[in-house]
């Protein structure tokens, strides 16, 4: 066997069949490159020895009812980390065959192979940023991608109360293809369809409204301050900011207090003060329980709008207003054809943003109503009224068990948010000014 | 002339009346909630249900504030909250910084696949994978406890945060680092004495955000802490308005206390977190 390399390039071949064979084979063989190729060897010896334990828990993962003795929810998450370091493994092959190649290149160019010494130091160069690197790649592996796996998968098994969950014996958790989605999505069970359906249109309404209703009240509180130039337009202007300061959580959860239909102090007040004989149940029916949720949320979403807004129209330049004087236009007319325009041009991409964050506001919904007054389906889907997506998950999640259904409802809105989550993204600076 | 002047002026006059009328409601409106909680976080009662419709007419104690640090966890609540806080912060800064740092000047095999997929992941909102989070907290052992909870806010805010300091980074000039590398410094010293205080601003404004983001959240302790020595904050309050025995009262306590540092902390760096919004978020 010939170990030497020529230069005009013909021995490429003889290297990449080398490091295909083996992890490293083609640094130690021919390039010399000893510390490098040990330790790229040592990686796939650990990855051979380790190879029965991942292929294992791989394969419990495809026959997941198979065997009592484990949870079913460890198996599956198991088979995902080791498809995980399947993947990884695979990319450092990769890695290894290409810069296996890259060190024959120099060694054409050079003539000769690069001393031990040489390899160190560049070994040293090129480990700071995998050190650098490892943790963030550890963590966004575990607890981002690995979720993220494990949810898609989910929404394929049936793992779900009262028949399959892990904790009860004997219960076994199994793939069952696309059946949930046809459940929730395409009628195969009307209970599911319709929940999703009236779910879906209700979550569709309360984005635009929730994020229209505080839009424009921003604009209309911001432009009255900005307009009337009142001695006291500090003090309201302190006040109005406000809700935009105290957390939400804890704001949502006095108005559900202040709204309880039989001790709520408001209908307390409006009975004592004659207005009303009877309560008003403001979060038990169905429809007022909508609009109050717009409102509250008004109350809590409204002052950050009138921030920005007064923000923008600060902004805009004076001459504008001057050359508007000059022409004789009224305050009335600065304001709907200068002002306006301006600061509506200005903050369409935060409209955007605020309809996603709206579609996924769980603590204005959850906190509030959690997702009632119930309806006829309640029982078995357990989608209240004012559930949208999100808290309908939640609540699917942590209260009904429904872990299979929940997740194919989390892909969907995955699906459907991933656009305008990019669009916003693509929108900041940070990404305009940075470059891949 | 003098008509139509005069005109304007009465115009003028009605408008101003009528946004002082609007605006007078709407802070009646906002300072409604905030001024009935604190009349309730005083009132002597046990719970609210019976008490009066007007502010402060059952009377002034702090019985609320001692049941709130006497029979309950609520120090403990703050320490773990802010212990929760600080780890989330210093971790954050630390991994998201020094992968910022590494993507922003160095060129390496997947550099370009590694920042896409960062793309990709930071749109997914955290609560789709929030069954799958629990079953790995669970299977590390990390359940009920306080940093299985940092590793769940500190790995989901690490594709933001370093798209965020890297485009940073990429505005300062890479002479700078170059020239310390011929003055023989490593890696390690660069970051640290040279990228780092240049890139204080965004590094101050990520320590601000993720320091006060485990504050209120509320999915994720809910779903991992599940004794009350290991609550935060908010699950600590919200459990007094979850349990089938209404103690609003004591809830109201508790959320003023929270609420006042937060209103503090909004108007001393109102100004602060404006100006970071405005590298971070949408261009203005």
């Not at chain 1, 199994?174 to 929730?184: A, H, L």
């Not at chain 2, 937060?262 to 100006?275: E, H, N, R, Y």
């Amino acid at each position: 066997m010939d170990l030497s390399l020529s230069t005009d390039g013909s021995s490429k071949k003889k290297v990449l069949i080398a490091s295909c064979i083996f992890m490293g084979l083609g640094h130690i063989l021919y390039l010399k490159q000893f510390v490098k190729g040990i330790v790229l060897a040592a990686i796939e010896v650990i990855f051979l020895l380790s190879s029965k334990t991942v292929l294992q828990m791989l394969n419990d993962m495809i026959h997941l009812s198979n065997g009592y003795e484990r949870l079913a929810t460890f198996r599956l998450i198991d088979g995902i980390i080791a498809l995980c370091i399947l993947v990884l493994f695979v990319m450092i092959y990769v890695i290894s065959i290409k810069s296996a190649l890259e060190g024959y290149n120099e060694f054409c160019l050079e003539g000769r192979t690069k001393s031990n010494k040489e390899s160190i130091q560049g070994l040293f160069g090129k480990a700071f940023p995998i050190i650098a690197l490892s943790p963030t790649v550890i963590l966004v592996v575990f607890f981002v991608i690995v979720p993220l796996v494990f949810s898609i998968t989910t929404g394929f098994t049936n793992w779900s109360k009262p028949d399959h969950l892990a904790k009860a014996f004997g219960t076994n958790i199994d793939w069952v293809g696309f059946s949930n989605y046809k459940d929730m999505f395409f009628g195969g069970d009307t209970e599911w369809t319709g929940s999703f359906a009236g779910v879906a249109v209700w979550t569709v309404c309360w984005g635009f409204l929730a994020t229209f209703t505080c839009y424009f009240g921003g604009t209309i509180l911001a432009a009255f301050l900005y307009e009337a130039k009142l001695k006291v337009t500090p003090v309201f202007r302190a006040i109005l900011i406000l809700p935009y300061a105290i957390p939400s959580i804890l704001t949502v959860s006095v108005w559900k207090n202040l709204l309880n239909e039989s001790y709520g102090p408001i209908n307390k007040t409006l009975r004592q003060l004659g207005i009303i004989s009877s309560n008003i149940p403001w979060l038990n029916d169905s429809k007022l329980a909508k609009v109050v949720c717009i409102l509250v949320n008004m109350w809590v979403g409204v002052p950050y709008f009138m921030l920005l807004i007064t923000g923008q129209m600060t902004a805009i330049s004076a001459d504008v207003y001057e050359a508007a004087r000059i022409d004789g236009a009224t305050g009335i007319q600065t304001f709907m054809y200068i002002t306006l325009p301006l600061v509506l041009y200005q903050t369409v991409p935060l409209i955007i943003m605020s309809f996603t964050h709206n579609i996924n506001n769980f603590g204005a919904i959850y906190f509030l109503t959690g997702g009632n007054p119930s309806t006829a389906k309640s029982t078995v889907t357990g989608a209240g009224a004012t559930d949208i997506l999100v808290t309908w998950i939640y609540k699917l999640t942590m209260n009904d068990m429904q872990y299979c259904k929940a997740a194919v409802l989390a892909m969907l809105v995955f699906i459907v948010l991933a656009p305008f989550a990019i669009f916003n993204f693509i929108n900041t600076k940070s990404f305009k000014e940075g470059e891949l | 002339m003098e008509d139509k002047a005069k005109n304007a002026s009465t115009k003028r006059t009605v408008f101003k009346v009528f946004v002082c009328v609007v605006l007078t409601i709407c802070s009646l409106v906002v300072l409604y909630p905030i001024i009935y909680t604190i009349s309730t976080a005083f009132s002597p009662l046990m719970t609210d249900a019976n008490s009066n419709i007007i502010p402060f007419a059952d009377g002034f104690s702090t019985l609320q504030f001692e049941r709130l640090f006497l029979d309950e966890d609520y120090l403990l609540w703050v320490k773990n909250t802010l212990f929760l806080a600080i780890c989330t912060c210093l971790l954050s800064v630390v991994v998201c910084s020094l992968s910022a740092y590494v993507f922003s000047r160095f060129k390496f095999a997947m550099r370009k696949g590694m920042m896409i997929s960062m793309l990709v992941l930071q749109v997914f909102p955290s609560f789709v994978g929030m069954i799958a989070i629990y079953v790995i907290i669970n299977r590390i052992g990390a359940a009920d406890q306080l940093w299985g909870l940092v590793l769940v806010y500190v790995s989901g805010n690490i594709p933001y945060n370093t798209w965020l300091v890297k485009s940073y980074l990429d505005t300062i000039p890479k002479s700078l680092d170059e020239a310390a590398r011929i003055d023989g410094a490593n890696h390690m010293k660069i970051f640290f004495s040279v990228i780092f205080p240049i890139a204080k601003p965004i590094i101050i404004f990520l320590a601000i955000t993720t320091f006060t983001g485990p504050w209120m959240d509320y999915i994720f302790p809910k779903m991992i802490l599940s004794t009350s020595e290991h609550y935060t904050l908010a699950i600590g309050i919200m459990r007094f308005i979850e349990s089938t025995t209404n103690k609003f009262t004591l809830f109201a306590a508790g959320a003023i206390l929270v609420s006042v540092p937060f209103v503090i902390f909004f108007v001393a760096g109102q100004k602060a977190m404006t100006t970071g919004l405005g590298a971070a978020a949408v261009k203005g």
